[in-house]
């Protein structure tokens, strides 16, 4: 496996901020859905975990699409 280090270039500040503010909502929310899973000790596979996460997510976190917490989800689970 490679490894890049690239800097992003951005036109313009409010694209920029954009960009930083989805990047602080996925780590929430994976930090949100990787408490619940710990915490409550869900079963291990994605049916139980989408059951029980995937609706709050929707609403904890709006403005993130719902593809984003589906793949969270799968990404906490396979963590696990």
Partial sequence: ???YKVKLMFSNQEIYDFWVAQMY???D???FASN???DEKLPLNIKS???RLYKEERERF???PSQICIQ???SVLSNY
């Fill in 1 to 3: 496996m490679k490894t």
């Fill in 29 to 31: 929310c994976y930090n």
């Fill in 36 to 38: 619940v899973m710990f």
């Fill in 49 to 51: 975990v989408h059951n």
């Fill in 62 to 64: 709006q403005s993130l």
């Fill in 25 to 27: 909502l996925v780590r």
């Fill in 72 to 74: 969270i989800n799968r």
